[in-house]
């Protein structure tokens, strides 16, 4: 009998391995498979914001796992390019409200070539597990195992390469709003996105095996209340505990400036929209702790205008508080200047105090790797990067009077080294001021601010989102949102955020989640191919 062979099926109620276990066949012709993946993009895009429909990660993601079933490779990357197309093709169109069609096609396609790989590496699992997990149980405890664990491989390795990855799309991050976002302080977001993954995956499995007598004697569950019953586990988790050493009243300003990479505004008008809109703070009677702007806030740097410098010092001395604001900067001059994205410190009565530069400026907007080779490719689109923004080596965090503040600069945000490195620096608060006048109207900010509301849960610290247009929120480390601007309208929000120097479950196991999981999905997907070798000897 063939190794693709269908067996006879075991006696009712037996457990024991099937006598020819066989691959698994596909759950629905080609055609139909494709349109199931091309339906799963929009799906699982509506559970990110700005919808928000949190509970349709699930359902997307089982979605994709029922396209790849049984595939032969060759179909499982036809699969994978449809779903991830029409997931990244929707989740970001934000790419083309000014950049065009150019970059939101080649990120949209690189990130499709990840989810195709992925899906590759998951089906051969879901077709050939069964040659080596032979029972019930093992199908059960192994298959979703492996599967979530080359589901979260797949976020990991995406978010990481090439230069410094895209992470903007991990399951973690449409779960701010939900009860299992909890999960993500005791595991972190790469554990948030395996459960979700996982579970998925045990739904599927459940639902494909062989009806009998139940699957965990002697508890009489049936199918569908054992998978309530874990699901409800899942959301059930705690957020981890938050010990508050002290608060910090925060004031952040929101513009509303024509900031991006086509303004054609006149030079120092972004500095002076946030200077109009910072009015009902500088009369001081607001008693601030520190006072936020957002990245890009003053259009003319201070370094090279001594008025600049000295309107910059007024609303510091204006406040009595530490003054935290986005400019550029640079060292050298000629072809030795080093040019760099940095948020300024400045204290009343004593000017600038400390300044970070962005670590890991954004490939293809802040600079143009391998310049040479790519600018020749589109040189009309590339001359919008005209100059490469240095990789910063200052530390991230700032000292505020003795509390010490973790800073990220818009797309810092999703870098989880970047955020664990400044926790591990004694951040008690997280100032993330972020600019996202390119996007326009669409969902870009509301997503980001997903992403920084799973990072306050994720390392228990408050966060204030201060953005040059919106979304600019404060949020409480369990991830509340406590203050929120409209979107493309200046003004100014305050909020009493909680200190804390907790450490929780997900900064203490870093990225050991991660190697777990990646390891358990690739030494699974290794067993099964080892057993098809030994099986075809």
Wanted: proline fraction near 7%; charge should be negative; aromatic fraction near 8%.
């Amino acid at each position: 009998m063939s190794a693709t062979a269908r067996h006879r099926p075991a006696a009712a109620g037996s457990d024991r391995p099937l006598g020819a276990p066989e691959l698994a066949r596909p759950a629905l012709p080609l055609w139909q498979a494709l349109l199931l993946a091309a339906a799963a993009g929009p799906v699982l895009d509506a559970a990110f914001p700005d919808l928000g429909w949190w509970p349709l990660a699930l359902p997307g993601v089982v979605m994709l796992y029922v396209a790849m079933l049984g595939r032969r490779p060759g179909a499982a990357l036809l699969v994978g390019v449809v779903g991830g197309f029409s997931f990244y093709g929707l989740h970001i169109q934000w790419a083309t409200v000014y950049l065009g069609f150019l970059p939101w096609f080649a990120l949209t396609v690189a990130q499709t070539l990840f989810v195709a790989f992925g899906v590759l590496l998951m089906s051969i699992v879901w077709r050939r597990g069964p040659l080596v997990w032979t029972t019930r149980r093992t199908r059960l405890g192994a298959l979703p195992v492996v599967v979530a664990g080359l589901w979260t491989l797949r976020e990991v390795v995406a978010s990481m390469f090439p230069f410094g990855g895209f992470s903007w799309a991990r399951l973690a991050f449409s779960q701010a709003d939900s009860p299992l976002g909890d999960l993500a302080s005791v595991v972190g977001a790469s554990g948030l996105s395996f459960a979700i993954a996982w579970f998925a995956a045990f739904l599927v499995q459940l639902v494909r095996e062989p009806r009998s007598r139940p699957l965990l004697p002697p508890i009489r569950l049936g199918r569908t209340l054992l998978a309530a019953a874990i699901g409800a586990l899942l959301l059930a988790v705690p957020n981890w505990p938050v010990a508050v050493t002290g608060m910090l009243r925060v004031g952040g300003v929101q513009g509303d400036a024509d900031s991006g990479l086509y303004s054609t505004v006149e030079r120092g008008t972004v500095l002076r929209n946030h200077l109009d809109a910072s009015a009902p703070l500088l009369d001081g009677d607001e008693d601030l702790d520190v006072l936020v702007w957002p990245e890009n806030a003053s259009d003319i740097s201070p370094q090279g205008s001594g008025g600049v410098r000295r309107v910059l010092q007024a609303v510091a001395d204006a406040v009595d508080a530490p003054f935290v604001l986005g400019a550029i900067t640079w060292t050298g001059d000629g072809d030795d200047q080093e040019i760099f994205n940095s948020v300024l410190q400045i204290d009343p009565g004593e000017g600038q105090v400390d300044q970070y530069d962005k670590i890991h400026p954004v490939p293809f907007a802040e600079y143009l790797p391998a310049r040479e080779f790519f600018y020749p490719l589109a040189p009309d689109l590339f001359d919008m990067v005209p100059r490469d923004y240095t990789f910063g080596t200052r530390d991230n965090v700032l000292d505020l009077d003795g509390v010490i503040a973790g800073s990220a600069i818009c797309y810092d945000i999703v870098d989880d080294d970047l955020v664990r490195r400044m926790v591990g620096d004694g951040a008690e608060i997280i100032l993330a001021p972020t600019n996202n006048a390119d996007f326009g109207r669409t969902d870009q900010g509301a997503q980001q601010l997903a992403i920084a509301r799973i990072r306050s849960i994720e390392t228990g610290r408050s966060l204030a989102n201060v953005s040059t247009v919106g979304v600019s929120a404060m949020v409480e480390p369990d991830g509340t949102v406590v203050e929120q601007l409209p979107t493309f309208e200046p003004g100014v929000m305050v909020a009493d955020l909680p200190l804390s120097d907790t450490t929780t479950g997900a900064t203490m196991v870093g990225r050991g989640v991660e190697y777990l999981v990646g390891g358990l999905g690739l030494g699974g997907l290794a067993l099964v191919l080892v057993t098809r070798r030994t099986r075809r000897r």
